[in-house]
T-cell receptor, first 111, second 112 residues
């Protein structure tokens, strides 16, 4: 079945850039998403990219998609302590419109 | 704020009991999806409702069932609760199939 893999933990200093990586297996994915989850909360949509694009920029966020390698990354510029959270990569297949999530990457931003 | 609301926020039940969780979708959305998120894991798809019909189901047993109402709000029912059902249950709504899903704050269920 479909699978989404992420590294589990990333630690950066405030002001640095953060890059969170994700790989997926479903070659029929239509959209790929990044969600943010703060402790005890639901999922906040950060950004998404359509599978025929290779880059999308939205303020401090840059999403890169390498469809050949099935690799997705999220770059956060000028990372702030408020960016500390768990980040989930999710892919949406062309069949059902369900989302398949990775296990999440915990981002810790230190002052 | 996404406009998706869930109730209750927290719930404690004992093994064997039944539970009903509720979700109100964002205005203009006709599709609701339910996910289970166990501690330290990513959300797992339970099922999806589109215009009051089930439109897909993940790998969950039949004791997980749902409904969608004419106003597109939805319920998730779980019978014969097991300890492993303890999790955060997330509801997401979207404007239609293959549209972006917006999540509610979740219901945290603890089964003792």
């Amino acid at each position: 079945g479909e699978d989404v893999e992420q590294s589990l933990f990333l630690s950066v200093r405030e002001g640095d850039s953060s890059v969170i990586n994700c790989t997926y297996t479903d070659s029929s994915s239509t959209y790929l998403y990044w969600y943010k989850q703060e402790p005890g909360a639901g999922l906040q949509l950060l950004t998404y990219i359509f599978s025929n694009m290779d880059m999308k920029q939205d303020q401090r966020l840059t999403v890169l998609l390498n469809k050949k390698d099935k690799h997705l990354s999220l770059r956060i510029a000028d990372t702030q302590t408020g960016d500390s959270a768990i980040y989930f990569c999710a892919e949406q297949g062309s069949g059902y419109s369900t989302l398949t999530f990775g296990k999440g990457t915990m981002l810790l931003v230190s002052p | 704020e996404t406009g998706v609301t869930q109730s209750p926020t927290h719930l404690i039940k004992t093994r064997g009991q039944q539970v009903t969780l509720r979700c109100s979708s964002q205005s203009g959305h006709n599709t609701v999806s339910w996910y289970q998120q166990a501690l330290g894991q990513g959300p797992q798809f339970i099922f999806q409702y589109y215009r009051e019909e089930e439109n897909g189901r993940g790998n969950f047993p039949p004791r997980f069932s749902g409904l969608q109402f004419p106003n597109y709000s939805s319920e998730l029912n779980v019978n014969a609760l097991e300890l492993d059902d303890s999790a955060l249950y997330l509801c997401a709504s979207s404007r239609g199939l293959q549209e972006t899903q917006y999540f509610g704050p979740g219901t945290r269920l603890l089964v003792l």
